[in-house]
């Protein structure tokens, strides 16, 4: 069965600083990966995804991930954290083959001014 | 930029109510899913359609839901007899599912929250 670990509910950065979400997944063969973002009252967003070639992917809004297999991992980044960029973040992880999506539970993410 | 729209945005129901809440799929997608969100709570799994049948559920998807795809554009979600713990917000999602970049991206609409009184 595939799960996702986010590790953090709630994470705090000051604008300008580097925003840093951590996302582990289980799993026996390397799932696909996203990177969704709800805005208030709003849906959610696609932000990247890594299906396969390069581990380092770059999404909207300057958010990149990098897909760690040793270290089953998937964590965003964001170089310089603006406060547009407060949000709620999901990772989730869906396998190769099958129909299923899990999500994780999620990180608000606050951008203090 | 293809689109799920989903309608309602808002619905107040009373308890034991039934509510439909209908979706929109993008026209050239194979896939759909309905998740529920309970305020502060994470993303849950409800169901995934395929081939007009039920591909997968969860256990909250209990006999007081069924989906349906009345006419090859809609995809419904309906609640039989509401509860108040059903009050959440709704999402509905589709994917492409085919072969090749997107295919497996699920896109979302912006939700159909549901209050339960």
């Known amino acids: 069965a595939q799960s996702v670990t986010q590790l953090g509910s709630h994470v705090s950065v000051s604008e300008g600083a580097l925003v840093l979400l951590r996302c582990n997944y289980s799993s026996s063969v390397p799932p696909y990966l996203f990177w969704y973002v709800q805005y208030p009252n709003q849906g959610l967003q696609l932000l990247l995804k890594?299906?396969?070639?390069?581990?380092l992917v770059k999404g909207i809004n300057g958010f990149e991930a990098e897909f760690k297999k040793s270290e089953t991992s998937f964590h965003l980044t964001k170089p310089s954290a603006h406060m547009s960029d407060a949000a709620e973040y999901f990772c989730a992880v869906s396998p190769t083959t099958g129909n299923q999506f899990y999500f994780g539970t999620g990180t608000s993410l606050t951008v203090i001014p | 930029e293809p689109e799920v729209t989903q309608t309602p945005s808002h619905q107040v129901t009373q308890m034991g109510q039934e509510v439909i809440l209908r979706c929109v799929p993008i026209s050239n997608h194979l896939y759909f899913y309905w998740y529920r969100q309970i305020l502060g709570q994470k993303v849950e799994f409800l169901v995934s359609f395929y081939n007009n049948e039920i591909s997968e559920k969860s256990e909250i998807f209990d006999d007081q839901f069924s989906v349906e795809r009345p006419d090859g554009s809609n995809f419904t979600l309906k609640i039989r007899s509401t509860k108040l713990e059903d009050s959440a917000m709704y999402f509905c999602?589709?994917?492409?599912?085919?072969?090749?970049?997107?295919?497996?991206?699920?896109?979302f609409g912006a939700g159909s929250r549901l209050t339960v009184l």
């Open positions: 999602a589709s994917r492409r599912g085919l072969a090749g970049s997107g295919a497996n991206v699920l896109t």
């Open positions: 890594y299906t396969t070639g390069a581990t």
